[in-house]
């Protein structure tokens, strides 16, 4: 299984931004998707997160900013970023809990993909 994320770049502030992240492979299915982020000299933290039925959860630091969406035909999760500031700036992984058979799981990560915002 691989998670393939793109759609990282350079963005002034106040601007808007598109991640996605596809896996591939050989799977049952896909539980929960998500998005992480590490800016330099922090630990990895929580953006948002979606299930395969399309709850969604937010850190409190986007909300009302990003906007998290899968197609699960695609085995696709996107992450809409509006309104970017400065401290936005990291890189962004996803995630995705995937079911290689009925029973059993695991967490892949995606390589990661650079948000820079610019003041």
């Known amino acids: 299984v691989q998670l393939q994320a793109s759609g990282g770049g350079l963005v002034q502030a106040g601007e808007s931004l598109g991640l996605s992240c596809a896996a591939s492979?050989?799977?049952?299915?896909?539980?929960?998707m998500g998005w992480y982020r590490q800016a330099p000299a922090k630990q990895r933290e929580l953006v948002a997160t979606?299930?395969?039925?399309?709850?969604?959860t937010y850190a409190d630091f986007v909300k009302g900013r990003f906007t998290i969406s899968r197609n699960n035909a695609k085995n696709t999760v996107y992450l809409q970023m509006n309104s970017l500031k400065p401290e936005d700036t990291a890189v962004y992984y996803c995630?995705?809990?995937?079911?290689?058979?009925?029973?059993?799981?695991?967490?892949?990560w995606g390589q990661g993909t650079l948000v820079t915002v610019s003041s």
């Open positions: 995630n995705a809990n995937v079911y290689e058979d009925m029973w059993s799981g695991s967490a892949y």
């Open positions: 492979g050989s799977f049952y299915n896909i539980r929960s």
């Open positions: 979606i299930s395969a039925g399309g709850k969604t």
